[in-house]
């Protein structure tokens, strides 16, 4: 089985990530997508302190992918050195899965820099690379044309959306109705439950 990895802080997980990685599924680019909640980036270390927890991340993940047959959620991660290295983690899942042939999934903005990931060049060698859009980061700044690379996918039709976990993480705390928009119901109530980035309002 071809086995698409979407690794991210999901910090939270948002309607955009479902939908996205769900797409890729249905369209056939894989047949499968394993959401990777990543305990800690090394490219948004300066970051940490604006993580929810391991756990409520896992947690909140899981919740979002119920009643997505085609996702599931991978903990691959959570014994793993930290940070987290994509190569590391994509030997582990080959190693623990060798019938699946796994794939990384990453954004245009991460592909723009991935020079600068950790053995950028055996991941090209070794694991077949989609790569989606993002706004504002063109799909061809990066290493396409990178001559041993396995096989680099630019999925040009995945659709793009203006959701950020980010903009998530603003709204919380004076705009939960903004932000109940951009999560799945599940998701939401998870974070008003346990008071997570500041939320402690209920939503209209």
């Avoid at 927890?53 to 599931?72: F, I, K, Q, Y």
């Avoid at 190693?95 to 990453?106: A, G, T, Y």
């Avoid at 694991?127 to 690379?149: I, L, N, S």
């Avoid at 939401?188 to 309002?201: F, N």
């Amino acid at each position: 089985m071809r086995v698409g990895i979407f690794s991210g802080s999901f910090n939270p997980v948002h309607r955009g990530h479902i939908a996205l990685a769900e797409w890729f599924a249905r369209e056939g680019v894989v047949d499968a997508v394993w959401m990777v909640r990543s305990p800690l980036n090394p490219l948004k270390a300066a970051e940490a302190s604006l993580l929810a927890s391991d756990d409520d991340r896992l947690a909140m993940l899981r919740l979002a992918v119920e009643g997505h047959a085609l996702l599931s959620v991978s903990t691959v991660e959570d014994d793993m050195p930290r940070p987290s290295y994509s190569i590391l983690t994509l030997r582990r899942l080959r190693e623990e899965w060798p019938e699946h042939d796994f794939s990384l999934i990453i954004g245009s903005d991460n592909w723009q820099r991935f020079r600068r990931w950790r053995s950028w060049e055996d991941i090209l060698r070794e694991f077949r690379v989609v790569v989606y859009p993002r706004e504002g980061c063109p799909v061809e700044e990066g290493p396409t044309d990178f001559p041993e690379a396995k096989e680099v996918v630019i999925a040009a039709g995945a659709p793009t959306y203006e959701i950020s976990s980010t903009a998530i993480r603003n709204a919380l705390p004076e705009a939960p109705d903004e932000a109940a928009r951009m999560l799945s119901p599940r998701v939401l109530e998870y974070i008003l439950r346990h008071g997570l980035y500041g939320a402690s309002q209920q939503v209209d």
